[in-house]
C-alpha cells in the first residue's frame, strides 16, 4: 500500500474505548501484556464497515469483537522490546476456529495501523473475521502503540514482530475459551506481500503454515530500488526516503543527513508521528532533488543489506501458494510477483488482477478470491 491515506470512517460499529489492562508479565516472546477493546460489531454493522472500504459483504457471516493488544517480541538486534496488533475473534461458536494473519504495507505513520484506526487494513482483518476465522493484523515494530521507530522493510524484524503477534493472540483466544486451530493461513499487501512470503516459510518450518496468498509484494527489493531510482515506479520519492532513513537506523550508512538528503530535515518526516499528508506535501518531487549525487551513485552500486532481502522466494511451499498482483500496478510492477512465482520452482501460480488495477486497489479484488481459498482448506 502506498504511504497516501486511503480514508478512515467509523460506519455502524459500536466503538469501545477505555483503559488498557494489564493480562501478563511474563517475558517470555510472544508473552500477552494488555488488551484493549476496540469494536464490537453484529453481523449488519460489519456489513457497513466493510462496505464503507469497498470490499465485498458476500461472506460476512459473523458478528465480531476487535482488540487491540500489546505483547513481547524482540527488535531487529534480538533486544526485547513491547508491539500491538489488531485481533479479532468471530462470534461463531466455533470453539476451534481456523486462522488468518493480515500484513499491512507501507505505513509511515503509526496512528494509521490496523489496531488504532480505522482504515483499509481494519477492513481486511474484519473480512476475514466475519467469515470465521480469527484474525490477527500486527501492527510491527514501532507502529501503533510499540515504542521507537519502525524498521521499515526489515522482512527478518517484520516476521518475529508477526510470529509473536500470533503467541499472543493464541493466548487471548484461550482467555476467551477458544482452542484455535495451529494452522495460518497468511496474505499481505505490498510491504506485508513480501513479509506475508517470509512469514509462510517461517510457519512452515513450525508446521503451522495453512495457505499463502501474497498481494503486491515487493519481492526483489534491489530491482525495485533501482527502477525507483531511475523514476519508474510511482511514489518511488516516498519509499526511498523512507526506506533510507529506516536503513540508516539499522545499519548506520550516514552520519548526518546532509550526506544524503539536499534537504537535511527529510528523516525528520520519518519519526513515525507525521501523518501521511505531512510527508507528502514536504517531499521533492524528484529522486534528483531529494538525494546528494553522492548518495544516488551509492545506491546506484549493490548494497550487501538489499540484495539479501532478494532471498524470500527461495523456498519450496508444502501449500498451495497464488500470487497476486495487477499489471496496471505502477508502484510495484507485476515483475516482481512473476519472479517470485519462478523462484517457487512450480510451487505457485500468478493472478493477474488486471490493467486497469492500480496497486491500492489490489486487496480490495484479492481478497475475495483469498477468503474463499482460504475456507477450502
Not at 295 to 302: A, F, H, I, M, Y
Not at 353 to 368: F, I, N, Q, S, V
Amino acid at each position: 500500500m502506498s504511504l497516501k491515506t486511503l480514508g478512515a470512517a467509523i460506519v455502524g460499529a459500536v466503538l469501545l474505548t477505555g483503559p488498557i489492562h494489564a493480562v501478563a508479565s511474563a517475558s517470555t516472546r510472544g508473552a500477552l501484556i494488555d488488551v484493549a477493546p476496540v469494536a464490537a460489531m453484529d453481523t449488519a454493522q460489519v456489513k457497513q464497515y466493510l462496505t464503507a472500504f469497498g470490499l465485498d459483504t458476500a461472506a460476512v457471516r459473523y458478528g465480531v469483537d476487535a482488540k487491540r493488544i500489546l505483547y513481547r517480541t524482540v527488535d531487529p538486534d534480538g533486544e526485547p522490546i513491547e508491539a500491538s496488533a489488531l485481533v479479532v475473534l468471530p462470534r461463531s461458536g466455533d470453539r476451534a476456529p481456523r486462522q488468518v494473519t493480515w500484513l499491512h504495507g507501507t505505513t509511515a505513520y503509526r496512528g494509521s495501523v490496523a489496531s488504532v484506526a480505522d482504515g483499509n487494513d481494519r477492513a481486511a482483518a474484519l473480512f476475514f473475521a466475519t467469515a470465521g476465522f480469527l484474525t490477527t493484523a500486527p501492527d510491527y515494530l514501532g507502529l501503533g502503540a510499540g515504542p521507537g521507530f519502525h524498521p521499515y522493510a526489515h522482512t527478518p524484524s517484520t516476521v518475529t514482530a508477526a510470529v509473536d503477534a500470533l503467541r499472543a493472540a493464541r493466548q487471548l483466544a484461550v482467555r476467551s475459551g477458544l482452542r484455535p486451530d495451529p494452522r495460518v493461513g497468511v496474505t499481505g499487501h505490498s510491504q506485508g506481500g513480501l513479509a506475508a512470503m517470509a512469514l509462510g516459510a517461517e510457519l512452515q518450518r513450525r508446521g503451522d503454515l495453512g495457505g499463502l496468498a501474497p498481494i503486491a509484494g515487493p519481492m526483489r527489493p534491489s530491482v525495485l530500488v533501482a527502477d525507483a531510482l531511475d523514476g519508474r515506479i510511482a511514489n518511488g520519492v516516498a519509499y526511498l526516503a523512507y526506506w533510507t532513513v529506516a536503513w540508516n537506523r539499522l545499519y548506520h550508512w550516514y552520519d548526518a543527513p546532509a550526506e544524503v538528503f539536499r534537504d537535511p530535515s527529510v528523516p525528520e518526516l520519518f519519526d513515525g508521528e507525521h501523518p501521511h499528508e505531512e510527508i507528502f506535501v514536504n517531499l521533492p518531487g524528484t529522486v534528483g532533488e531529494l538525494f546528494t549525487p553522492a548518495w544516488l551513485e551509492r545506491l546506484r552500486q549493490p548494497v550487501p543489506e538489499l540484495l539479501a532481502a532478494d532471498r524470500y522466494c527461495d523456498w519450496r511451499p508444502g501449500v498451495p501458494v497464488t500470487l497476486y498482483a495487477a499489471s496496471g500496478d505502477r508502484d510495484v510492477p507485476i515483475a516482481n510477483s512473476a519472479w517470485c512465482r519462478d523462484r517457487l520452482g512450480g510451487a505457485a501460480r500468478l493472478i493477474d488482477l488486471g490493467p486497469e488495477t492500480d496497486h491500492a486497489e489490489t486487496p480490495r479484488l484479492a481478497l475475495p478470491r483469498i477468503l474463499a481459498t482460504f475456507a477450502r482448506g
